[in-house]
């Protein structure tokens, strides 16, 4: 099967792999029929993770058919039509079951990967996968776009908000203009935030935050994007703040523009060394996040949500490649000449 490798950084290329095969009795074969690029892939293409040459895409999201399914299957038959999320839940531990599935306490190996391929083995599939009503084609492209976010950034900007605990009427403040960022956006103004306040510095993506309910931009960073917020916000600051990238920039303006007693949703993946706890201790803020809890939000809210036109996450791919343009995929969202790359691997 053809299969994508990180060839060195900078460079993606296909190979031609065996086909995944069923190892445990809770795996499920799937036909990826639809796969993208995320902002975390970019960790190891720029070189900023040490990431060993050709090594196994860190691709964790898909739209696939089911192939062949492990005996302790029961939830999916072949031929049925899924969402793959980049977590995999069991649905009966404690974690699940109080809706954080992304740290799923039965499941160790909980992260997808390589699903830039034809073929993927996704593991413990009994309750992670999530069905999609009919089959591929009963869709339009752009449904297909849609529900694809559900494999994790639509998700993933969900579980900001949520744990953020924003409410009806809160002013909230998004870090990051990513695909997560945008999707983060949506789910504020599902949520009923009533001031939605992006940050954004380019312009096709200021104009898709304003499409998805942002109110107000500020495009400075550091100091100077501090103070344009507390002016915005009379000086108070937010009732939330959703941390969508992770730097430590984006992290200590987070905590800076939050309100005294207020919530910052951290889902962008940290890559800061240590944190001052100092600041959110005297200003009583709260500091949530993780993992998205995928599985959880897909089926209580999310697919019903893209499947009846209430959200249209999808708009977040803005280029889409074929499985053999890989490189020109992972390049185009590198340079920023696309906000998040869709990939067609199979019809």
């Given at each position: 099967m053809k299969n994508a490798i990180l060839a060195k950084a900078g460079e993606m290329k296909i190979v031609d792999s065996p086909k995944p095969t069923i190892q445990k009795s809770d795996d499920v074969i799937l036909k990826v029929i639809r796969a993208c690029v995320c902002g975390s892939d970019l960790w190891n293409y720029r070189g900023i993770n040490n990431v060993e040459p050709n090594s196994e895409n860190s691709g964790h999201e898909a739209l696939g058919i089911v192939e062949e399914v492990g005996d302790d299957i029961t939830t999916v038959k072949p031929g049925d039509f899924v969402i793959a999320p980049f977590t995999h839940g069991c649905g009966h531990c404690a974690a699940c079951l109080a809706g954080y599935d992304g740290v799923c306490q039965d499941h160790s190996d909980n992260f997808s990967e390589g699903t830039q391929a034809e073929y993927v083995r996704f593991q413990h599939g009994q309750w992670a996968l999530v069905k999609v009503p009919g089959k591929p084609s009963d869709y339009s492209e752009g449904m297909l776009k849609s529900l694809l976010t559900l494999a994790d950034v639509m998700a993933t900007g969900y579980h900001a908000a949520r744990v953020a605990n924003v409410k009806p009427g809160d002013t909230v403040v998004v870090m990051g203009d990513g695909a997560v960022g945008l999707s983060a956006i949506i789910a504020a103004k599902l949520r009923g935030a009533s001031r939605i306040i992006s940050t954004s510095r380019?312009?096709?993506?200021?104009?898709?935050?304003?499409?998805?309910?942002?109110?107000?931009?500020?495009?400075?960073?550091?100091?100077?994007?501090?103070?344009?917020?507390?002016?915005?916000?009379?000086?108070?600051?937010?009732?939330?703040?959703?941390?969508?990238?992770?730097?430590?920039?984006?992290?200590?303006?987070?905590?800076?523009?939050?309100?005294?007693?207020?919530?910052?949703?951290?889902?962008?993946?940290?890559?800061?060394?240590?944190?001052?706890?100092?600041?959110?201790?005297?200003?009583?803020?709260?500091?949530?996040?993780?993992?998205?809890s995928v599985t959880t939000y897909d089926k209580q809210e999310l697919l019903k949500a893209v499947l009846d036109g209430k959200i249209n996450p999808g708009k977040v791919f803005t280029k889409t490649f074929s499985l053999d343009d890989i490189d020109a995929a992972y390049q185009a969202m590198a340079d920023r000449k696309v906000i998040k790359s869709y990939i067609k691997v199979s019809d």
């Open positions: 380019h312009e096709d993506r200021h104009q898709l935050a304003v499409e998805f309910g942002a109110t107000d931009n500020v495009a400075e960073r550091g100091d100077d994007a501090v103070k344009a917020i507390m002016d915005l916000t009379n000086g108070s600051g937010a009732d939330a703040v959703l941390e969508c990238v992770g730097t430590e920039q984006s992290t200590d303006t987070a905590l800076k523009v939050a309100r005294p007693g207020a919530t910052v949703g951290r889902v962008g993946l940290p890559h800061t060394p240590a944190m001052d706890m100092t600041t959110p201790f005297y200003t009583n803020t709260a500091i949530a996040g993780g993992p998205a």
